[in-house]
């Protein structure tokens, strides 16, 4: 059974961190889909990742294409991927159940600790995965480094 981790985003941007979370992820060997629920803001995130480091480049494509299986990582705004990833990470409010908790090896939710409604919206996700049994931890980065503020 895997696990949710969510990262309450307050000093970094969701483009700084993701890149950051793709990388622990792929030296996992994972594969991993980054569900969003908005096209246009994965087009966003895709030339984002595109334009990073040169060093620091994380393989990846949009979701549509005719490799998305072969995909280490996808960007897709649908609730199944390609790709077949052993690691979810869901931004903007993408919907996560638990059964996807289950059989991934991580789900990651991302959300902006700036914006109310996505506050409001991660708490309402960590109820009721929790409620469903999924192991969770909760990450914040309030004191300028990620610390650990909660388990179930």
Known sequence: MGAVYFYHLTRQPLEATLP????KA??????????????ARMDWLDEKLWLGP??????????GGPHDAAQPI????EPEAANDPACLMAVD???????????LERV??????????????ARGQWK???????????WS????RWEKKAEA
Not at 20 to 23: G, P, T, Y
Not at 32 to 37: C, D, H, K, P, S
Not at 74 to 77: A, G, I, N
Request: glycine share 12%; net charge negative; charged share 20%.
């Open 20 to 23: 950051v979370l793709l990388d």
């Open 26 to 39: 792929r030296q996992a060997g994972w594969k991993i889909a980054v569900r969003g629920t908005d096209p």
């Open 54 to 63: 040169e060093d620091g480049f994380l393989p990846h494509g949009r979701a």
């Open 74 to 77: 996808l960007l897709t705004t």
């Open 93 to 103: 409010g993408a919907p996560v159940d638990a059964d996807e908790v289950s059989a």
């Open 108 to 121: 990651c939710i991302l959300f902006d600790g700036n914006d109310d409604h996505a506050v409001q919206h």
């Open 128 to 138: 009721a995965l929790t409620a469903a049994g999924c192991a969770a931890q909760y």
């Open 141 to 144: 980065e309030e004191t300028g």
